[in-house]
């Protein structure tokens, strides 16, 4: 059982180059997300997809876009990468049901020079 | 907004000490509260998971408390080892299917 998988585990970009984080899941969970994490600051959300077919905001949006391509995958792209998006970046599932938890992928390692 | 802070932000203790992390949450209106412990450069692993209406949960040398009402969560870890070296975060579930985070405290248990 993989859990959340995400790639790659770690990128080197050039400023205003583009990249897609990818993330699949296989615990048939509705909801996934996307959060950065900074020295500091914590998890910060930065969208989520509740169910398939949704996305919304989280705290942090500016410079990302995402697709929720079917319920297994959610990707993450980056536009134009500045250097204040080198960060962690973890995509994490959950189901539904509120008495659940939440799983998440071992990251990947993004610096944007 | 939900907020969630832990206290202390670092914790040094020699081994076998037992020791206790906080975590606070400003909306009691959660699902469930989940202790997470991070290692250095990897990812989240999940540690235990309290449901709102349960007051505690245990495995092994860890003990996690959920007082809803105060906004109090404890996690207590027994006899702790090196191994034990981690930051640990905590994060409470809410409506919408929402996780909010706490910074984490760095957690070092000396040789």
């Known amino acids: 059982n993989a859990g959340v998988t995400q790639t790659p585990k770690f990128q080197v970009l050039k400023t205003g180059q583009s990249m897609t984080l990818q993330c699949a899941q296989d615990?048939?969970?509705?909801?996934m997300y996307w959060y950065r994490q900074d020295p500091g600051m914590g998890l910060r959300l930065i969208y989520y997809?509740?169910?398939?077919?949704?996305?919304d905001k989280g705290e942090v949006p500016n410079g990302y876009n995402v697709s929720r391509l079917n319920k297994r995958e959610f990707s993450l792209r980056l536009e134009s990468a500045a250097p204040s998006q080198t960060s962690v970046y973890f995509c994490?599932?959950?189901?539904?049901?509120?008495?659940?938890?939440?799983?998440f992928g071992q990251g990947t390692r993004l610096t944007v020079v | 907004k939900q907020e969630v802070t832990q206290i202390p932000a670092a914790l040094s203790v020699p081994e076998g000490e037992n020791l206790v992390l906080n975590c606070s949450f400003t909306?009691?209106?959660?699902?469930?509260l989940q202790w997470f412990r991070q290692d250095p450069g990897k990812g989240l692993t999940s540690l235990l998971l309290?449901?709102?209406?349960?007051r505690e949960q245990t495995s092994g040398r860890l003990n996690a408390s959920l007082d809803k009402s105060s906004g109090r969560s404890t996690l207590y870890i027994a006899a702790s080892q090196p191994g034990d070296s981690a930051t640990y975060l905590c994060?409470?579930?809410?409506?919408?299917?929402?996780?909010?985070f706490g910074t984490g405290t760095s957690l070092t248990v000396i040789p």
């Open positions: 909306d009691s209106a959660i699902y469930n």
């Open positions: 997809s509740a169910s398939e077919g949704t996305t």
């Open positions: 994490a599932s959950s189901a539904w049901d509120s008495n659940t938890e939440a799983f």
């Open positions: 994060a409470v579930k809410a409506a919408g299917n929402q996780f909010y």
């Open positions: 615990m048939n969970h509705n909801s």
């Open positions: 309290i449901q709102s209406s349960q």
